[in-house]
């Protein structure tokens, strides 16, 4: 899956070689500009490391684990994004009244 990645070779490269050398770093930062396939780079990088696949093109995109990571419902994935920065009062009521219909439509389109 990783070769569907286009224009990110060097990065796709280190990345395999950390996998297939089973020399991981504890972490990686995918930094760049909009668009140039941070999320979905690491995306396939965590489904990589828990591929259930034998084949050496990891990650298989087909195995348990993958299908779990592309749900995004697999237990060592946890998939962390920017949001507002919301002011609360006391009770947990968001302060900002403008805001609350906003939140609520994001909240009902999930
Ligand atoms: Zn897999």
């Given at each position: 899956?990783?070769?569907?990645?286009?224009?990110?070779?060097?990065?796709?490269?280190?990345?395999?070689?950390?996998?297939?050398n089973?020399?991981?770093?504890?972490?990686?930062?995918?930094?760049?500009?909009?668009?140039?396939?941070?999320?979905?780079?690491?995306?396939?990088?965590?489904?990589?490391?828990?591929?259930?696949?034998?084949?050496?093109y990891?990650?298989?995109?087909?195995?348990?684990?993958?299908?779990?990571?592309?749900?995004?419902?697999?237990?060592?994935?946890?998939?962390?994004?920017?949001?507002?920065?919301?002011?609360?009062?006391?009770?947990?009521?968001?302060?900002?009244?403008?805001?609350?219909?906003?939140?609520?439509?994001?909240?009902?389109?999930?």
């Amino acid at each position: 899956m990783f070769r569907k990645i286009k224009g990110q070779q060097q990065v796709i490269d280190l990345l395999t070689s950390a996998i297939h050398n089973e020399r991981i770093s504890q972490a990686y930062l995918f930094h760049g500009s909009d668009g140039v396939g941070k999320f979905i780079t690491a995306l396939y990088f965590g489904m990589a490391l828990n591929c259930l696949s034998s084949n050496e093109y990891r990650p298989c995109g087909v195995c348990a684990s993958c299908h779990k990571f592309l749900s995004f419902e697999h237990p060592d994935f946890i998939y962390l994004f920017p949001t507002i920065n919301l002011k609360l009062i006391r009770r947990g009521e968001i302060k900002d009244k403008e805001l609350s219909p906003s939140i609520r439509h994001i909240s009902k389109t999930r």
